[in-house]
């Protein structure tokens, strides 16, 4: 299995706890509700029919309240959960397929992991911690500590190689845990609610860490969270879970723009849009040529900085550009006002 460019396709995942949950697996696609199997037949249903395909050198979020399902789905890709049902296939291969050996492989080689409680072995220091992986991997202690190093600076850990996890914050045990990840060199980074458990500024430390790490590695990343203002930030693409099944996926766009139902209202009401909308979600079509007089802005541009941009210019309208400079749409500053209330964007 390459270690590059690894995608992800999710295809028709069902996860049953119970003494025999092979046994519902038809009566759940036919419709059986989750209160229906919980009461009637003593069965938790965890994933109903989950399709979702990731991208290779992407951040796929997986949201959702506790009990949704997201800490158990993000579990089946490296099959530390066994799936009742459905195919995982990353580069051609399904991982639900693979033998012993195959699965050792895999683990060791494609997937790291990186906890909301850190994981780390408090009686090895920072370095020896980072070095784990390779260890298990069976590489010489003198490279293994190289690389260690290179992503202990990395992170931003330099000097702190031979401190123990309980001398360390939870912010800087938390970088530890990525560097080990890193270290590993997998393809795929698997994220539990890996922030959750930091303090908010902390925490914006950590996504500002991960974003920057991203566009230098370009790993096929799931990262699991409960939280819209994080998954909106990270997410190339949001999966939101609910009771086992998707209720909506897409970009951030897509989510803030045209929640499903009224679950993904609730979620979105309180976001401050102007952060998360670009203006080449809500902008109109050109009528003719663009003048050359009005202000040029970028189609990723947010709201909050395109109406400040606006302002600034004296001008009620811009012209919309793509990231080769080409024009692609007009944006007024009623459209953003309209776009940063609860209106949609068709409104504007």
Request: glycine share 8%; net charge negative; charged share 25%.
């Amino acid at each position: 299995m390459s270690k590059v460019d690894t995608s992800i396709e999710i295809r028709n995942l069902y996860k049953i706890f119970g003494q025999s949950p092979k046994d519902y697996v038809d009566a759940v696609k036919n419709g059986m509700s989750k209160t229906e199997l919980g009461q009637k037949h003593k069965h938790i249903l965890g994933l109903n029919d989950i399709n979702i395909s990731i991208p290779a050198g992407k951040i796929q979020v997986v949201m959702g309240l506790s009990g949704s399902g997201k800490s158990t789905l993000i579990r089946h890709i490296n099959r530390l959960i066994e799936p009742t049902a459905g195919s995982i296939i990353i580069n051609g291969q399904n991982v639900l397929e693979m033998n012993e050996l195959q699965l050792r492989d895999f683990r060791r080689e494609h997937t790291a992991m990186v906890f909301q409680r850190f994981g780390l072995l408090p009686h090895r220091s920072v370095i020896d911690n980072v070095t784990f992986g390779l260890e298990v991997r069976g590489m010489d202690a003198a490279r293994s500590r190289d690389i260690a190093m290179r992503w202990i600076e990395r992170v931003g850990l330099q000097g702190f190689e031979n401190r123990y996890p309980d001398e360390l914050s939870g912010g800087m045990q938390q970088r530890v845990g990525l560097a080990r990840a890193l270290s590993n060199d997998a393809s795929i980074l698997l994220m539990d609610e890996a922030y959750s458990a930091l303090d908010p500024l902390i925490r914006t430390d950590m996504q500002t860490m991960l974003l920057e790490l991203q566009t230098e590695l370009n790993k096929t990343i799931v990262f699991i969270t409960h939280d819209l203002d994080e998954a909106l930030r990270l997410g190339d693409r949001i999966v939101i879970l609910r009771d086992g099944s998707i209720i909506q996926q897409g970009d951030s766009q897509d989510i803030l723009l045209r929640p499903a139902d009224d679950y993904i209202e609730r979620f979105v009401k309180d976001v401050n849009r102007g952060r998360f909308i670009r203006i080449g979600s809500v902008m109109s079509g050109l009528e003719g040529e663009a003048s050359g007089t009005l202000p040029r802005l970028s189609a990723d541009m947010m709201l909050e900085a395109a109406a400040k941009a606006l302002t600034t210019s004296a001008a009620d309208q811009a012209v919309v550009v793509n990231e080769m400079g080409d024009p692609v749409g007009l944006i007024t500053l009623r459209q953003i006002t309209a776009a940063l209330s609860s209106a949609s964007a068709a409104d504007a």
